[in-house]
């Protein structure tokens, strides 16, 4: 669809217009494709989905940086050579769009996908509810999506299942179930927990793919349970190949207060 709408705008001589179309797709890749792919660009395996997924974003990005050569042409060659190796990105032909691989319905579901997504989170928002806070249910109008398309929604707004509700105007709305049930605020705790330990491997400059032992102690006996009943997912995010509760001394340790309290981590690389 970029490339159409450049070529188009090309044509015209409408060189604002066009040039102007660059940061929200730059926004778009990075925010959304970039950040929802992340998790298959960093696990260890080199499978088919990684690479694909690799091949992808290279492909994106070389074709971009043709695009954007004659509005930045600096930052274009720069790009283009890094990618390929090869002489100047300006000694390329042009990308032209291809029609037969527009896929208009795709791209409608997934517009729709990333309204309902924005008016659930900003339900969210409304309720003073975190987005690492799991919620039960979320309802949404407009058009049915596929299956695949719920699972993304259902991620980026965390609820734990999607129902579909015919609007009588067709207009796209949500309904958020805003209850918290005792599990799920231990699974949130769990999230909360998992983002402090990701910041504190950040800092301590541990590798993407480090694994670890993880410490934790804490006189909070809703943080036990809670780590308690959510020590797979947090081991499973964290990449912890162990997890001990108690103290111990490590290669890095902060402590943090969730929901209220506070709990002690430490992690050392295995």
């Known amino acids: ?59 994106v990005l070389v074709t971009l940086s043709k695009l954007m050569a004659p509005f930045t042409p600096f930052l274009a060659e720069e790009m283009f050579k890094n990618l ?23 791209n409608e579901a997934m517009n729709q996908a990333r309204r309902v997504v924005e008016l659930g989170l900003a339900a969210r928002a409304e309720h003073g509810i975190k987005v690492r806070q799991p919620l039960a249910l979320l309802e949404y109008s407009g058009q049915k999506l596929e299956e695949e398309l719920e699972s993304i929604i259902a991620e980026e707004v ?30 949130g705790i769990a999230r909360e927990l998992i983002r402090n330990i990701q910041s504190l491997r950040k800092k301590a400059e541990f590798e993407v793919g480090d694994r670890i032992i993880l410490y934790y102690q804490s006189d909070s006996a809703d943080l036990l349970q809670a780590m308690d009943q959510m020590e797979q997912l947090v081991s499973k995010e964290v990449l912890a190949t162990k997890v001990v509760a108690k103290f111990e001394e490590t290669e890095a340790s902060e402590e943090f207060v969730l929901d209220g309290e506070t709990i002690w981590v430490g992690i050392s690389r295995v």
């Open 84 to 106: 390929t190796e090869e002489e100047s990105v300006h000694l390329q032909d042009y990308p032209m769009a291809d029609g037969k691989l527009i896929n208009t319905k795709l």
């Open 1 to 59: 669809m970029l490339i159409r709408k450049i070529n188009n705008g090309m044509e015209q001589y409408d060189l604002t217009r066009t040039a102007r179309l660059l940061p929200p797709f730059i926004d778009n890749l990075s925010n959304w494709y970039i950040r929802r792919s992340r998790k298959r660009f960093w696990k260890s395996e080199s499978d088919t989905d990684k690479n694909q997924a690799y091949q992808t974003l290279y492909t």
């Open 158 to 187: 965390n609820v734990k299942a999607l129902r579909w509700g015919m609007s009588e105007r067709g207009e796209v709305a949500v309904a958020l179930d805003t209850r918290v049930t005792p599990e799920l605020r231990a699974e």
